[in-house]
């Protein structure tokens, strides 16, 4: 008897449970369901407005930049076939003119412009007193000078003159001459600060074979230098171009003539 109670009991329950999953979920708890699914999808799939501007501004901006680029190209293959080649221009090597050395002989001494070439030092000829001196070339030097002492300025016929003792820098007795004074000059020695007033006369010069002109000597005591004549820019000006490393490129002519 128990056994069919149970039995009946557990009919029962199996019948109630499976009509009860027959009903369930109903229309209504589908319809709400599947709209708040359909919300969800639609509030986080939704493009947005914004980025859709941005990808079309960029998207048109990169179309007027490919034209741009097109336009470009396009006059460079233009200028390419108009433009002709680039010409060549062949510059010649440099002429280089080797300066005479001391050994020269007089002929290789004169440049193509008519200048002559003298060494740092050489032998220039004086009238008067009519003879050579040892001259030291100074291109820094504006006007010439010679060893000069016992300098004393006088008049001769109403006109300046002046005599003076020529050191020839040599062992040989100074000589005594007179000449016109040309000017006064005064010069500020580099080491003291007096002004020096110096006399200029005037020699005949004579260098080489060609070279002859009369040229302004300040009067000064040079005898602690090693050349008793300073040859300036004033005698060199037109006419010479000095090679500082050569020496005596001029024989002394016999009595200072040819």
Request: hydrophobic share 40%; glycine share 4%.
């Amino acid at each position: 008897m128990r056994v069919y109670t149970a039995a009946v009991s557990l009919a029962l329950l199996a019948t109630f449970a499976l009509s009860s999953c027959s009903q369930w979920p109903g229309p209504e708890h589908r319809d709400v369901s599947m709209s708040a699914i359909e919300s969800i999808v639609q509030a986080h799939c939704k493009p947005d407005e914004e980025t859709r501007d941005t990808l079309n501004s960029l998207g048109a901006i990169i179309d007027v930049q490919a034209t741009e680029l097109q336009e470009l190209t396009a006059a460079v293959e233009t200028i390419k076939s108009t433009s002709p080649a680039p010409s060549r221009s062949v510059v010649p090597a440099p002429v280089c003119v080797t300066p005479p050395h001391s050994t020269a002989s007089a002929a290789k001494t004169t440049l193509d412009d008519s200048k002559v070439v003298i060494g740092a030092t050489e032998w220039i000829h004086l009238a008067p007193p009519g003879q050579y001196f040892r001259a030291r070339v100074d291109t820094g030097a504006a006007t010439s000078s010679i060893s000069a002492k016992n300098v004393v300025r006088f008049e001769r016929d109403g006109n300046r003159w002046v005599s003076f003792d020529l050191d020839t820098g040599e062992e040989a007795e100074p000589i005594h001459l007179e000449a016109p004074l040309v000017r006064n000059v005064r010069i500020r020695q580099a080491s003291f600060d007096d002004i020096d007033r110096r006399a200029v006369v005037r020699f005949d010069v004579m260098l080489g074979e060609s070279l002859r002109q009369p040229t302004d000597f300040t009067l000064a005591d040079r005898t602690r230098m090693s050349y008793p004549v300073l040859l300036g820019r004033s005698f060199l000006k037109d006419m010479a171009i000095v090679d500082v490393s050569a020496k005596f490129l001029h024989p002394r002519l016999k009595d200072g003539k040819k």
